[in-house]
């Protein structure tokens, strides 16, 4: 009787960690396509370069804010194993330019915003 509990028991533990495990691989449908990587890193360039002229240009913190947002969210699909470490170089400065223009730090935004750029263009010419 106790071995037959002890069956039971590892039975009901491996049933709720294999349906566990489904659950949450049921997030991701499929991978991007090398055209759509391609499209992505060249939108998150393109974004944090708008953010950069606009920084500059003086245009309202909202603005950026949105241009900063729109290239982190471009670069979360940039799926390379091989570029993964630059990608979140880059992203992290993005990061830390959105946290300077929130505190009202536009030259450490600006700088921050360069080394995005400068990140971005890095990605894009090594894929």
Not at 59 to 79: G, M, N
Not at 92 to 103: E, T, V, Y
């Amino acid at each position: 009787m106790k071995f037959l509990k002890q069956i039971v028991i590892a039975l009901a533990i491996t049933f709720s960690v294999g349906s566990f495990t489904q659950v949450v691989a049921a997030g991701k449908i499929e991978n991007a396509t090398p055209e759509e990587v391609g499209a992505s890193i060249a939108s998150a360039a393109k974004n944090s370069e708008d953010a950069l002229a606009a920084l500059k240009n003086g245009e309202a913190d909202e603005t950026v804010l949105e241009l900063i947002e729109a290239a982190r969210q471009d670069s979360k699909r940039i799926e390379v194993g091989r570029l993964d470490v630059k990608r979140t170089r880059a992203a992290a400065h993005l990061k830390n330019a959105r946290s300077a223009i929130r505190k009202g730090d536009k030259t450490k935004a600006e700088a921050s915003l360069v080394e995005a750029v400068k990140g971005y263009q890095e990605v894009k010419a090594e894929y």
